[in-house]
């Protein structure tokens, strides 16, 4: 079901560059944040009462934030930006919330890693420097994308035969070997891993595109649109609703989450 190559798109298509990118961006307000948020909380809880200071570590946008403030009243909250340009030190913490002191302190008894934090290539850095960072009896956790989520849209990529693909690579997700292979080097021990896969359904590809790019997997996109390279992303939507249309009229994809929660030896 390939595209003819150099296809021409439509740039009145309804799913255009512009409304793509000026969508509502709040990851609070999205179903599959707050379900990927609530999953790993909650197992954090159910694990750790009572913590003082908890340090959220993110790309794109926090996820977990506004549900901590919640089951976590009483803690002292932060968050931190992943950024390449920036040095990695406690000086690029900020502190969201304060009950017990202001300013940063130089360890922490919760640590979660966001799973836009997946998409850099700065993961064994991140590792060090969240064990740096952690309590001796501290708590690590971050829900990761295993290799069946967005498996639909990897292969609608395939789908189009056009050298400017290279542009934007599907992403290789780890599976949970992967992760355990990848992360044991640095002294991470498993207290929980778990795993969940659910089909999600939605009016139509823009919003599947739409949570992807809020995730990372789209890692240059907003560049190539500054460049008037948008055609791709149209001819991927309109192949995407294509082949992964439902009997009622909806397109689908697939999650596959990985829980992991651990600490450091």
């Given at each position: 079901m390939k595209r003819k190559k150099g296809a021409d798109v439509n740039?009145?298509?309804?799913?255009?560059?512009?409304?793509?990118?000026?969508?509502?961006?709040?990851?609070?307000?999205n179903e599959i944040c707050q379900k990927i948020a609530f999953r790993l909380v909650h197992k954090v809880k159910q694990r750790r009462q009572f913590a003082i200071s908890i340090l959220e570590i993110y790309v794109t946008q926090p996820i977990?934030?506004?549900?901590?403030?919640?089951?976590?009243?009483?803690?002292?909250l932060f968050l931190f930006k992943m950024d390449a340009g920036i040095s990695w030190n406690t000086q690029t913490i900020v502190q969201i919330i304060s009950h017990h002191r202001d300013g940063v302190p130089e360890q922490f008894d919760i640590i979660i890693i966001a799973p836009n934090c997946q998409f850099g290539k700065e993961?064994?850095?991140?590792?060090?420097?969240?064990?740096?960072?952690?309590?001796?009896?501290?708590?690590?956790?971050?829900?990761?994308?295993g290799p069946n989520t967005f498996l639909e849209m990897k292969t609608c990529l395939n789908w189009i035969d056009h050298s400017e693909n290279e542009e934007y690579p599907a992403v290789a997700f780890p599976s949970r070997n992967s992760w355990e292979k990848r992360l044991e080097p640095h002294g991470?021990?498993?207290d929980d891993?778990?795993?969940?896969?659910?089909?999600?359904?939605?009016?139509?590809s823009h919003a599947i595109f739409q949570i992807a790019a809020k995730f990372g997997y789209f890692q240059t996109m907003e560049e190539q649109v500054i460049n008037n390279k948008n055609h791709m992303?149209?001819?991927?939507?309109?192949?995407?609703?294509?082949?992964?249309r439902t009997k009622d009229g909806n397109v689908y994809t697939t999650y596959h989450l990985i829980d992991l929660i651990g600490h450091f030896l």
């Open positions: 740039q009145e298509h309804e799913y255009g560059i512009s409304s793509f990118l000026s969508a509502p961006s709040s990851f609070q307000e977990y934030t506004d549900l901590l403030k919640d089951i976590y009243p009483d803690s002292d993961i064994p850095v991140l590792m060090d420097w969240t064990r740096s960072l952690l309590e001796k009896n501290g708590m690590v956790a971050s829900t990761f994308f991470f021990y498993w891993v778990q795993e969940d896969q659910f089909r999600k359904t939605y009016h139509n992303l149209h001819s991927w939507m309109k192949a995407y609703e294509q082949g992964f």
